[in-house]
């Protein structure tokens, strides 16, 4: 019963920057992570950062440590993905996603459509 709306890729050079957004709507309730996974082609999909929605405790892949970061909005029911610094292996379809366990380690219960970021050399 949770629908994941995501906004915010398009194409930028290496060392650009993006902002994703993802807005929940539906029963979400309060104790549950919202975590953002991407996909490159022939490549499986990897973890890239979560947030806990009561606490605000947030989580990242090594990958990407120091050069995303995550927040949310408590009144839009959404949560951001700031991308600083990119790469062209960040290249990847991004992927929304919610855990209503609030585990951030998943499962991942529902999901994005997602949306296509592309970094350039």
């Known amino acids: 019963q949770v629908q994941l709306a995501e906004s915010g890729g398009g194409l930028v050079q290496a060392g650009g920057s993006l902002r994703l957004s993802c807005a929940a709507s539906g029963r979400t309730g309060r104790s549950f992570v919202m975590g953002w996974f991407r996909q490159a082609p022939g490549k499986e999909r990897e973890f890239v950062a979560a947030?806990?929605?009561?606490?605000?405790?947030?989580y990242y892949a090594d990958s990407v440590k120091g050069r995303f970061s995550m927040s949310r909005d408590y009144a839009k029911n959404t949560v951001y993905l700031q991308m600083n610094s990119l790469k062209p292996e960040d290249t990847a379809v991004y992927y929304c996603?919610?855990?209503?366990?609030?585990?951030?380690?998943?499962?991942?219960?529902?999901w994005g459509q997602g949306t296509q970021v592309t970094v350039s050399s």
């Open positions: 947030i806990e929605w009561k606490t605000v405790t947030t």
């Open positions: 996603a919610c855990d209503p366990g609030g585990g951030y380690r998943g499962p991942y219960e529902y």
